[in-house]
């Protein structure tokens, strides 16, 4: 009879711990993310654990949606287009996607970005799995019922906090570019303002607006077209946008086009 021949190796006590997985889901109608707030939202849930997938959820029919992923182009963010004319339809496809991936890759935590009240049910749902849910909502806008079910709330404007000053370099680094269109609207918005303060619309004074309104414009040195073309100073992406009939420009200054029509 023949004896098993024992190796010897060393006991190993303990178990190894491995990060919590994490799945973010954003709804873009009801929180509109700039690419300042994407990657905030993914460094913070890289900061909780292994993030396994980010999506965002939108509808390019609605006119303030139609160029979502060019302000999104953050690697790692999967954009769902859900181009229905019926009423939330990109809700009701971010609830179904959520619910399958739950049960498919089961993560330990799922991020939802909204504070829509339709939400509750999908939050429910989750948390009976076993999931951790972590909302973040706008200020504002956002039902009381979901920040008593969330299991941990957060406002949108709290994630450069959240995130800490550790990742922050880092952050400020990569948002040194703009899009063109979140531009866009960082560009009329101020022209909107600009006169409620008292204040002409030249150049400068827009430029200075903008960033004092718009903390994803405040750190970008360059705007970048969806073509990869980029502008390093104001008044040529001033031009561009006039070019592209967004504004009207008259005597250094830069006007919306009703307001223009309007004062001819």
């Known amino acids: 009879m023949c004896d098993f021949l ?4 060393p006991i190993i006590t303990g178990e ?3 990060k ?3 799945s973010l889901y954003a709804d873009y109608q009801n929180v509109h993310l700039s690419e300042y707030l994407g990657i905030l939202l993914l460094a ?3 900061s909780i654990g292994r993030l396994i997938d980010a999506k965002v959820y939108y509808n390019s029919l609605c006119p303030n949606q139609a160029f979502v992923m ?11 287009n859900v181009p229905c004319s019926l009423k939330n339809s990109a809700d009701n496809q971010l609830i179904a996607d959520c619910i399958k991936d739950a049960h498919t890759f089961s993560p330990d935590i799922v991020i939802l970005v909204s504070g829509d009240g339709d939400f509750a049910y999908l939050v429910s749902n989750l948390q009976k799995l076993g999931i951790k849910v972590i909302i973040f909502a706008l200020r504002g806008n956002v039902k009381q019922k ?3 079910l969330a299991d941990e709330f957060h406002f949108i404007d709290e994630l450069a906090d959240l995130v800490g000053k550790k990742t922050q370099p880092q952050i400020d680094t990569t948002l040194s570019i703009i899009g063109y269109n979140e531009a866009i609207e960082c560009l009329l918005e101020a022209i909107k303002t600009a006169p409620t303060k008292g204040q002409l619309t030249r150049f400068p004074i827009i430029d200075k607006l903008m960033r004092q309104l718009f903390s994803q414009y405040q750190g970008a040195k360059s705007i970048r077209t969806p073509d990869g073309k980029t502008f390093s100073k104001f008044s040529k992406f001033v031009k561009a946008a006039a070019k592209d009939g967004k504004v009207r420009i008259d005597e250094q200054q830069v006007f919306l086009i ?7």
């Open 258 to 264: 009703e307001q223009y029509k309007a004062a001819a």
């Open 70 to 80: 060019d302000n999104l182009k953050i690697p790692g963010v999967k954009g769902f």
């Open 146 to 148: 979901m920040i008593e």
């Open 44 to 46: 913070f849930a890289k």
């Open 16 to 18: 190894i711990k491995m």
């Open 20 to 22: 919590p997985s994490v």
């Open 6 to 9: 024992m190796l010897s190796s």
